[in-house]
Each structure stands twice: as C-alpha cells, then as structure tokens.
C-alpha cells in the first residue's frame, strides 16, 4: 500500500487549526488508498523506505523558529519520495541549491493575480518555477457519497467559522449561525449543512482581496447547499454555481429566494452536485499531486 507520510516532528510540527487543513487534505490520498501516517519525530525516518509512489507533507510552522529546521537534513535521505512543502517559498528562494530530490511546494490557489504586496511576491514566485501545485480548498466528502446523504431543511441557512459578515448574520432569522473559537464538534459542523437550504461562504477580507475560495463554499456545494457568497470570484471559479452577494437586503432576498422556490433550489442542488463530483473534492486535488509527481524533475 502506497504512503503518505504527514510530518510533525518537533523542528517542523503541525500547528493549530491547521490540523484540520492537513487531515481534509490527506483524506483525499486515504480515499485513493493510501496509507495515512504521522511522523513525530525524527527518529521514525529510519525505519522508511525511499520510494516514489510515497508522500511526505511538510507544513511551515517550523520556518518561524528556524529558517533551516533539523528535519529537512532528514528528507535529503529520500531522493525519490514525493515530498510536499506547504508554504516553503521563501526557503526555497533562499536555498536555491538545496537538493531535497522530488519536491513539490504548495499554498494557497490564487485564482487571479493576488492584490496584497506580499501575496503577490508568492504569486509571482510560484509562477517562476515548475514545481508547484496550489492546494485549492475543496470538500473532503468522498466523491461517492456525494448526493445520497440525508438531508432535513431545518434551518434556512448556516454558517461555521470566524466572525465574518457579523454585522449580516447578526440580523439574520432561523439560521445556524456559529462563531468559532470555540470549535463545535465536525459532527454538528456537517449536519448544520445538511440541515439548510443555504450554506453563507463567507471568506476573510484579505482571501477576498486575493481570489482565494474558502473550503467552506465546496464543502457547502458538496452536501446539497445553495452557496451564497462575498467572495465574487468563487461564482467563477464554480461556474456559476456560487450566487455571489453585495450587501444585506441581497442576501436576505437570495435566501428567501431559494429557499421558496423549490425548482431553483433543486437546480442548483443538481448542478452542485455534478460540479463535485467532477471536481469539488480533495479526491481530485489528490489526482492533481500524483499526477504532478510523475511529470518533474528533481529540484
């Protein structure tokens, strides 16, 4: 069975929030059959074979405390496994002729040009090199569970997550809203999706400002929601499927909207599905990075 290794040793750890991140991702390996394991420290690497069908994932919280951090001496003994760098751009523009063998770097996918100084230097980076691929945040709901799970219109719409659109969700009615911290349990986070018409897709001001989607507007698609949202290039980005909102009264006005009108709603129910199916999951960005892997060279 082929590996995907998550690394979380003390010099390059998995932090946080980020957790949740790193496990939706690599369920899409899982539902490829691959073999999810953690690595904590940096012991567990003698007892692993190099090979080219396996993955390591490497996150970046470690790069804050040192910008060579010990683990990365480790991976140089794995030349062919396939290691994925979240966030690594400024090591890898500062280490130019460091050979960590088969490497892919990662980040957030800007759908277009970002607008924030810094971003855009990311940008301009990934778009110099041949070996990244952006970890679009899409829905971790296996691809055939898609459209048969239970659904029951309780409420006429949800939200899950930090204090965005406060000044909307505040005055809305009958709706799930939840700001987090403090997290409520994945359980209770899905079945308010599946117990509303409308999922709100609301995303940070700066992923607004530089064309990144949250995971929340695929995964809304992916379990039968109408997705509206603030973020206008996630109605692009799903091909119209996300209904992109302006102020309040239009808010308001879509989730009365389809909420009542049951052909619509249906509609782009179905569209939604179809649209995951086809390429809403991290099954499929999985694909995108092991179809990657086979196509460079060693950096």
């Not at 790193?22 to 690497?45: A, W, Y």
């Amino acid at each position: 069975m082929n590996k995907f290794y998550i690394i979380n040793t003390p010099s390059l750890p998995i932090l946080g929030n980020f957790w949740h991140t790193v496990r939706k991702f690599s369920s899409g390996f899982s539902n490829l059959n691959f073999e999810i394991l953690i690595i904590n420290n940096d012991e567990s690497f003698d007892s692993i074979n190099d090979l080219s069908d396996n993955f390591f994932f490497i996150g970046n919280h470690g790069l804050a405390k040192d910008k060579y951090p010990k683990t990365i001496d480790k991976l140089k003994a794995f030349p062919n496994t396939i290691k994925i760098f979240w966030m690594f751009h400024d090591f890898f523009f500062e280490n130019k002729d460091i050979n960590l063998g088969k490497c892919i770097l990662t980040g957030e996918d800007f759908l277009k040009e970002p607008l924030l100084p810094i971003h855009k230097k990311r940008y301009d980076f990934e778009k110099s090199i041949d070996y990244f691929v952006p970890l679009t945040f899409l829905s971790y709901i296996p691809i055939e569970k898609i459209g048969t799970l239970e659904r029951k219109e309780i409420w006429d719409a949800q939200f899950v997550g930090a204090y965005y659109k406060k000044e909307w969700t505040s005055q809305l009615k009958n709706c799930f809203i939840r700001n987090t911290a403090p997290e409520i349990s994945e359980e209770e986070r899905i079945n308010s999706f599946l117990s509303s018409y409308i999922s709100l897709g609301f995303s940070a001001n700066d992923n607004i400002k530089n064309n990144v989607v949250t995971e929340r507007v695929a995964e809304g698609i992916s379990l039968g929601n109408v997705v509206l949202c603030d973020n206008p290039i996630a109605t692009e980005w799903t091909d119209g499927i996300v209904e992109y909102v302006s102020s309040f009264e239009d808010l308001k006005n879509k989730i009365s909207f389809f909420k009542n009108n049951k052909e619509a709603f249906s509609k782009k129910q179905k569209d939604g599905y179809n649209w995951s199916k086809s390429k809403g999951t991290y099954t499929h960005l999985a694909k995108r990075f092991i179809e990657k892997s086979l196509k460079f060279s060693n950096i």
